[in-house]
């Protein structure tokens, strides 16, 4: 597929995909808009938010439109690591050892308040999230694509949770608030579930293949080289900051440059602006910042540093 063709493909698919889940999610467009930027570049998403502002109903709604495999695993402290990957166990009968794939063998994941499970069961999400593969008594075993984690937590009820070290955060390409509603859009929540759910209604608008193919369409979204550069200067700024202990990885600016691709190609570009990167900083780089012991006394959240870091580098005019 040329550059060209590119972005209205992917923008015409966007559409399809979006004007179906708000079919079910009222509002929250930057989100929506935001969730698929993260599956066309084959990320994953943390959504961080209190209960009931809908990050399930979001998540059933997207495997829906896209007519792809869901499940959902319900984190909790006696959760084992090989009931998310799976196991080999001993058939008698045939004499031999299986595999018995666990639920991470699916093309959606929603993995309910991660928080609430032990280092050791999060940690098995690493190799699958990082390689859509996974290693169990040294056999490996690949994840059927495409293949998108979506991870919640409630960031208020911090009683028995777990918080997710630096390593895992970093795999999350993604972080997201989805917020409460606003009342106009509360009352209309009311009225569309007046008599029945609208999610069990929905129908799919895109396969799996033409996600996998517009994944690969978005990887030709021209980035000219002041503005990778540009990328790199604002990842770097946050590593210098004061306010900061642990700043973006390189992973994280190959998250922000991949992003901004699929950014380009939903609006119908076939090029990225420094605005599309402007845009995408704070929820692309701020939850993998280690803020500095003297910037959380002082109240300053991550998202807060990258708006900084983002203002004190200079954009690339554009050409």
């Known amino acids: 597929m040329t550059v060209s063709a590119t972005a209205p493909a992917v923008r015409e698919l966007a559409e399809r995909v979006r004007a179906n889940i708000a079919q079910v999610i009222i509002g929250k467009e930057s989100a929506i808009e935001l969730l698929l930027v993260a599956l066309l570049c084959e990320g994953h998403v943390l959504l961080e938010d209190v209960p009931g502002t809908g990050k399930t109903t979001l998540a059933r709604a997207l495997s829906r439109s896209i007519e792809c495999d869901f499940r959902r695993i319900q984190f909790t402290p006696d959760l084992l690591p090989s009931d998310i990957t799976g196991l080999s166990y001993f058939n008698q009968k045939l004499g031999d050892f299986q595999f018995r794939a666990g639920a991470i063998f699916t093309n ?9 499970a ?68 509360e009352v209309a929540i009311l009225a569309r579930y007046e008599q029945d759910d609208p999610l069990d209604h929905l129908r799919p608008v895109a396969s799996a293949d033409d996600i996998l193919a517009q994944q690969r369409a978005i990887r030709t979204v021209h980035v000219s080289d002041p503005v990778r550069r540009y990328i790199v200067e604002v990842a770097r700024a946050t590593r210098v900051s004061d306010d900061v202990q642990l700043g973006a990885s390189p992973r994280a600016a190959l998250a922000l440059h991949r992003g901004a691709q699929a950014l380009a190609a939903l609006r119908g570009r076939a090029f990225v ?38 203002a004190k580098v200079p954009a690339p005019v554009e050409g």
Request: hydrophobic letters at 45%; proline letters at 10%; zero cysteines.
């Open 273 to 310: 602006r420094p605005d599309d990167v402007k845009e995408l900083a704070a929820p692309v780089l701020a939850h993998r910042l280690l803020l500095a012991p003297e910037a959380r006394l002082r109240g300053r959240s991550p998202a807060e540093v990258v708006r900084n870091a983002v």
């Open 118 to 185: 032990t280092p050791r069961t999060q940690s098995a999400l690493l190799e699958a999230m990082q390689e859509r593969q996974v290693t169990i008594d040294g056999a490996t075993h690949a994840l059927p694509r495409p293949f998108l984690v979506l991870a919640t937590q409630n960031p208020v009820e911090l009683e028995g949770t777990f918080p997710l070290p630096e390593a895992q955060l970093d795999r999350f390409m993604l972080r997201l608030e989805l917020g409460y509603p606003a009342i106009d859009e």
């Open 108 to 116: 959606v994941l929603l993995t309910d308040e991660i928080n609430r």
